[in-house]
T-cell receptor, first 115, second 113 residues
Framework: AQSVAQPEDQVNVAEGNPLTVKCTYS??????LFWYVQYPNRGLQFLLK??????LVKGSYGFEAEFNKSQTSFHLKKPSALVSDSALYFC?????????????FGTGTRLQVFP | NAGVTQTPKFQVLKTGQSMTLQCAQD?????MYWYRQDPGMGLRLIYY???????DKGEVPNGYNVSRLNKREFSLRLESAAPSQTSVYFC????????????FGQGTRLTVV
């Protein structure tokens, strides 16, 4: 069955330090993976996606993610965190097999960046 | 380009009442989704539609029905609202063929009293 796990409810990091938000996935077919961010009282904004190709994916606002097939992971990273990066982050996996199009999200990780 | 439009933005219902949440997209996407967001639970898929004329159950379909009226519109109906359905509901759309990311509406905050 298709699933996504975000093992950390919250990640705290000091401004200027690198950040990592973890995500692991399970899907029967090819993995199509996404990261989204949600600011308070807002909808979800797309950050980046892995469809195929390079394992390191670059996205919006300086974020990147590393796809690791052997570890079934897709961790979100940023070299230098900003206070404005504080938000709720969601990982998602899409199953396009068997003519379906099911998009499943993780439970979310709250990122808190301290000045 | 409006993207994904949800109505209403806010709604208060009494237990047992019914209502329909409307969603429309203008991006010619073939896939559409309904999610609910609850604290600590993330986004949970209620129903989805991979193409016009098809709908499938997601992770939490009980108490809901959907209609894919045409390619643009995907509505979510609560036949008999319960307090457990108090949540924020999001509609999204995506293109299956080009495998784009999903685009989200701004959400509907529903309270059932």
């Amino acid at each position: 069955a298709q699933s996504v796990a975000q093992p950390e409810d919250q990640v705290n990091v000091a401004e200027g330090n690198p950040l990592t938000v973890k995500c692991t996935y399970s899907v029967s077919g090819n993995p199509y993976l996404f990261w989204y961010v949600q600011y308070p009282n807002r909808g979800l904004q797309f950050l980046l996606k892995y469809i195929t190709g390079d394992n390191l994916v670059k996205g919006s606002y300086g974020f990147e993610a590393e796809f690791n097939k052997s570890q079934t992971s897709f961790h979100l990273k940023k070299p230098s965190a900003l206070v404005s990066d504080s938000a709720l982050y969601f990982c998602a996996v899409r199953d396009l097999s068997y003519n379906t199009d099911k998009l499943i999200f993780g439970t979310g990780t709250r990122l808190q960046v301290f000045p | 380009n409006a993207g994904v439009t949800q109505t209403p933005k806010f709604q208060v219902l009494k237990t047992g009442q019914s209502m329909t949440l409307q969603c429309a997209q203008d991006m010619n996407h073939n896939s559409m989704y309904w999610y609910r967001q609850d604290p600590g639970m993330g986004l949970r898929l209620i129903y989805y539609s991979a193409s016009e004329g098809t709908t499938d159950k997601g992770e939490v379909p009980n108490g809901y029905n959907v209609s894919r009226l045409n390619k643009r519109e995907f509505s979510l109906r609560l036949e008999s609202a319960a307090p457990s359905q108090t949540s924020v509901y999001f509609c999204a759309s995506s293109d299956r063929v080009s495998r784009t990311e999903a685009f989200f509406g701004q959400g509907t905050r529903l309270t059932v009293v």
